[in-house]
């Protein structure tokens, strides 16, 4: 009997969850038994259940058998100093010249003198035994093996170890041939440098050699009486095999010896008198004499194009044959030149205009760039030949200086001759109009109306004419080398009426240079007049003395201090000291001269090698103004004059918005050109102008020589040979020093004036102050500007006139 067991599907699912509970239940709950053979598993298992139990998650970075560094250093890629370096470019030409001591002074220097300025660089090749030190020319290289025989090798060497990676091509040469370096240099623009060249005159195409070769070699060798041209591949691969050519080298001929070398080092064949189509040619004289047959010669076309010429027997012989080539090139330039203007200005037969081609004249000349606001048109200055008219806002009339008055009169000699050789009848009569205008782009624009009487037609024509002087050589001038890290000694002179200024003024630096802890030291210059005493509680520059121990205890770590030295005045200046002055932008006011004395007395306590800053206590400065003065004030080359900005007293006008820190501008203030307080320079180069013109300006030593300061200023002023400041000190001496006169942003003015003008509201003080005489006036401070000015009395003649209709 059997038994038939039908299970649905929900039967298999419940026995399969029997059958797992089951196992579960009866399964070991340790599985390190089972994960013995793995401990790294179970260590980790074991961490996770730590985990479990903690709730906080430690990540372990596991460094065994990792490297702590790169297996490959990162290397610092060292770029070269110069572009040129990085891309290999080098220069064009070498000149090396084979000569003796006897011609050194002779033929060696003629070919400097003509060819050295044409070319990259030249040197002169002789023996060391005969090297002296009495020569005249620097550029000569000796040589201690006195064998004849190898001196173009040593000479290949020393080219090869010094100068193979600086020039393209090396022209080889004795001192008996004259060098058209400018032909040279012009043919070998077009030749490639990545080819081996070895170009010359054979030897068998002239008669100058001894003829001790064989004839197969004469054809194969260049001539070195008449210039080798190697490039530096050739001089490179004669290095490498320098010792054969050595050995292999048995004549005394330089020219067989070097193309012998040539051939086994580069398997170049023969000497290439033409390469890719450029022939260097060269012409020799065989029986001519340049003195006697030089107009016979000059008429033949392989003269007149030959690079080199040899043999030349006189050193009068280089310097005619050098201008006879100068003239010939600047004829050729003349007519390329000619004929480029011709074709430019005959390029589109008049179907474009020349807005499109940019044909201007003159050719070459680049045009102006257009102003980008109102502010930067450049103006035309109307003139004459003695005065210029309207040079700026300031000034209606101003005599032409020397170099100026010289200028224009060749300007217009030049025009005249222009006009004559057009028009033969033309007469020049003089001058109707001219202006002139220098663009810095373009250079000096002349626009002139001249009157000539036309004798052909018998009256007065007036004929316009517009002259150029083009920026055609600019000039790099070198300066030594200066840091923004010297120390500034400033010089602080002040009188007794401004104690409040300069007060304010040692607030500032203290904040501008002290906390700061920039590099400047600070000596106050008190003026003392000649009855006010200088000691005690009644010393009235004593709150001055005491700020300035103050501040040197309080910054005494960082090397900063301020220091002072007293100086009595004579009476003659006493008594002219008053609030009159105050009306000058200069703080001296009337007494400009006394700059001198204090500048004199204050050197003895700083030194002579110092950066000397004359300052003013009306000025006010930020960080970036006194890295101006190191960078600009370079010793015994330049001297640094900055042209500050005066501000405009806004608080007490009312007619601009007061702004210490705002940009300059036309409604705030100007630049004050009159004001020449504010000066930088070296001790040693001040000290060395003084005693150049001690006999105009007497040396002030004592305070007792001011007089002598002040008695000599007005035998000047009377002769009109004045020297008022240190600039123009600097410009009256013999010395080689610079004057830099610019503006600065930066250099402000306008606090001496601030003040006085906050006591006195109702313009009271103002009003007894005058500056009259014309050449005062152009010293005297402007409260507001001329804009702003005449609104003020559109303003009020408006409220008069409707005063009246009422």
């Not at 002259?467 to 001038?477: C, F, T, Y």
């Not at 307080?677 to 007792?704: G, H, W």
């Amino acid at each position: 009997m059997g038994i038939n067991f039908n299970f649905s599907r929900n039967h298999y699912l419940l026995v399969g969850i029997v059958c797992g509970f089951l196992f579960s239940y009866y399964s070991p709950h340790d599985y390190a038994e089972y994960v013995a053979e793995c401990p790294e598993v179970t260590e980790n298992t074991d961490m996770l259940q730590t985990l479990e139990h903690n709730n906080e998650f430690e990540p372990q970075l596991n460094l065994e058998q990792k490297p702590m560094i790169a297996k490959k250093m990162v290397k610092n890629i060292i770029r070269p100093r110069y572009y040129y370096s990085e891309l290999g470019i080098r220069e064009k030409l070498f000149v090396g010249v084979l000569t003796t001591t006897e011609n050194v002074d002779t033929f060696a220097t003629a070919i400097n003198r003509t060819a050295a300025h044409l070319v990259n660089k030249i040197k002169f090749f002789i023996h060391a035994d005969n090297v002296k030190s009495n020569f005249n020319l620097k550029n000569i290289v000796g040589f201690t093996d006195t064998r004849e025989h190898l001196r173009p090798f040593h000479m290949l060497k020393y080219l090869a170890d010094n100068y193979l990676d600086e020039y393209d091509f090396f022209l080889l040469l004795m001192d008996t041939t004259y060098v058209n370096a400018r032909t040279v240099r012009r043919q070998l623009q077009h030749l490639s440098v990545t080819l081996d060249v070895y170009m010359g005159t054979t030897l068998d195409d002239n008669s100058f050699n001894d003829g001790k070769n064989d004839e197969t070699a004469r054809n194969d060798y260049c001539d070195l009486h008449a210039g080798i041209i190697l490039s530096s591949g050739v001089i490179r691969k004669i290095r490498a095999n320098l010792d054969w050519c050595v050995r292999n080298s048995a004549s005394n001929n330089y020219s067989s010896n070097i193309g012998k070398c040539v051939k086994y080092s580069t398997k170049i064949k023969s000497c290439h008198q033409s390469w890719q189509g450029i022939d260097i040619t060269s012409y020799h004289l065989n029986s001519y004499k340049i003195y006697r047959d030089f107009h016979l010669i000059a008429k033949e076309s392989r003269f007149n194009n030959a690079a080199m010429v040899y043999p030349v027997t006189t050193t009068d012989d280089f310097y005619l044959l050098h201008a006879y080539f100068s003239r010939l090139h600047l004829k050729q330039n003349s007519d390329i030149k000619q004929t480029l203007l011709e074709d430019a200005m005959q390029i589109s037969n008049g179907t474009m205009s020349n807005d499109i081609l940019e044909v201007r004249w003159p050719l070459g000349v680049p045009k102006s760039n257009p102003p980008e606001s109102r502010h930067d048109v450049v103006p035309w200055i109307a003139l004459n030949t003695t005065h210029s008219f309207m040079w700026n806002s300031e000034v209606n009339v101003q005599r032409l200086s020397a170099v100026d008055e010289e200028d224009i009169r060749n300007v217009l000699n030049k025009t005249i001759l222009e006009a004559t050789r057009n028009n033969p009848d033309a007469e020049f009569r003089g001058i109707h109009t001219a202006y002139k205008r220098f663009d810095a782009v373009r250079g000096m624009d002349y626009r002139l109306l001249l009157n000539f009487y036309d004798r052909k037609l018998k009256k007065m024509v007036q004929k316009s004419f517009e002259v150029i002087k083009p920026i055609s050589l600019i000039e790099i001038v070198p300066s030594p080398y200066v840091t923004e890290s010297t120390r500034v000694a400033m010089l602080l002179p002040t009188f007794e009426n401004q104690v409040l200024d300069t007060e304010q003024f040692l607030e500032s630096y203290e904040k501008t240079c002290m906390d700061s802890q920039d590099n400047t030291f600070l000596m106050l210059i008190f003026m003392y007049r000649a009855d006010t005493p200088s000691k005690g509680d009644e010393d009235v520059f004593l709150p001055l003395k005491n700020i300035a121990l103050a501040l040197t205890e309080k910054h005494k770590q960082d090397g900063s201090r301020v220091a002072w030295v007293s100086i009595r005045l004579p009476a003659e200046v006493s008594a002219n000291v008053s609030n009159n002055n105050r009306y000058y932008s200069s703080f001296y006011g009337p007494h400009a001269h006394m700059s001198f004395a204090a500048v004199d007395l204050a050197l003895r306590k700083i030194g002579l090698e110092s950066l000397v800053m004359l300052c003013s206590h009306a000025a006010s400065f930020r960080p970036d103004f006194l890295n101006r003065v190191r960078m600009n004030t370079i010793q015994g080359f330049q001297v640094y004059s900055p042209i500050g900005f005066m501000m405009y007293p806004c608080e007490w006008t009312e007619l601009c918005k007061p702004c210490e820190n705002c940009d300059v501008g036309q409604s705030s203030g100007y630049f004050d050109r009159a004001n020449y307080d504010v000066v930088s320079f070296y001790s040693n180069d001040y000290v060395y102008a003084r005693k150049q013109l001690e006999q105009m300006l007497p040396i002030v030593r004592t305070d007792r020589d001011i007089v002598n300061l002040l008695s000599m200023n007005s035998t000047q002023l009377i002769n009109n040979g004045t020297i008022t400041n240190i600039i123009d000190l600097f410009t009256r001496s013999n010395s080689k020093i610079h004057v830099l006169r610019a503006i600065e942003p930066n250099l402000r003015y306008g606090r001496s004036i601030t003040n006085f003008l906050s006591n006195d509201p109702y313009a009271e003080q103002l009003s007894k102050l005058h500056c009259t005489e014309e050449t005062e006036r152009r010293q005297c401070i402007r409260i507001a500007s001329k804009k702003q000015i005449g609104d003020v009395f559109v303003q009020y003649s408006k409220q008069f006139e409707t005063r009246e209709v009422v």
